[in-house]
């Protein structure tokens, strides 16, 4: 029944708070904490309990009853479905500022995401080392990918050139793009395709912070009551 269910199909909003309870579960876990209760993960995650248990029963795991969940297995149940149990090296396009700081980023080697290769147009930057990895023209691409089994690819180039980055990783046989340039590209069918727009995330918090003033100066507007009354009698 449980390998029924971990078959099932996992909604995508479900796959994308995966990383996030993996974060939480290995940060408790170095912390020596060896169970959780859902209404704790919960609580760290910024969701509801139901939602974290329905999240993990297409994992298969369902907890104990009073005791909660195991929190080594729960990392390595979900580290399995993330696939994270081997190392995924990729491949930058482009080696400007973006490039240089993700190829700088120890993070993602720390979680698995080794950084296999760099590729850029400008002969200038051909032959420097970012990140400690010797940049290669982009005509190297489909090499870079086949000599070292890469899928995915990162694009971080200005937005002007995103689309013929993209069409490059494809044809060198990446499957899968993480887009940081500030545009849309157009893949074919059946290739995977993630975006990180700095500005938009900054547009999103600006949102959030201009209701908070709008609350504030709302809030200062309401009259004691009373108030109102007094003054006009004067």
């Not at 995915?152 to 993480?178: C, E, F, K, R």
């Not at 900054?202 to 949102?207: K, S």
């Amino acid at each position: 029944m449980a390998g029924q269910r971990t078959r099932r199909r996992i909604p995508e909003a479900t796959v994308a708070r995966l990383p996030v309870y993996l974060r939480i579960l290995s940060e408790q876990f170095d912390i020596d904490v060896t169970k959780i209760s859902s209404e704790e993960l919960a609580d760290l995650a910024g969701v509801n309990a139901a939602k974290v248990r329905k999240d993990l029963s297409y994992l298969g795991s369902y907890g104990t009853r009073g005791v909660g969940y195991e929190v080594e297995f729960l990392v390595y149940q979900i580290r399995r479905e993330l696939g994270l149990t081997h190392d995924w090296p990729v491949v930058i396009v482009g080696s400007g500022n973006m490039g240089q700081a993700l190829a700088g980023y120890n993070g993602f080697g720390d979680r698995g995401f080794t950084v296999g290769g760099i590729v850029d147009i400008d002969d200038a930057k051909v032959g420097t080392v970012v990140g400690g990895v010797r940049v290669r023209h982009v005509s190297e691409l489909t090499r870079v990918v086949a000599a070292q089994n890469i899928s995915i690819g990162v694009i971080a180039t200005p937005g002007i050139a995103a689309q013929d980055a993209a069409d490059a990783l494809v044809a060198a046989g990446v499957t899968s793009i993480l887009n940081f340039a500030p545009t849309v590209i157009n893949v074919p069918h059946g290739i995977s395709v993630g975006k990180v727009d700095l500005a938009v995330e900054l547009q999103i918090l600006a949102y959030h912070e201009q209701r908070r003033i709008n609350a504030a100066k709302g809030s200062s507007l309401v009259s004691v009551p009373g108030e109102s009354r007094r003054g006009a009698s004067a």
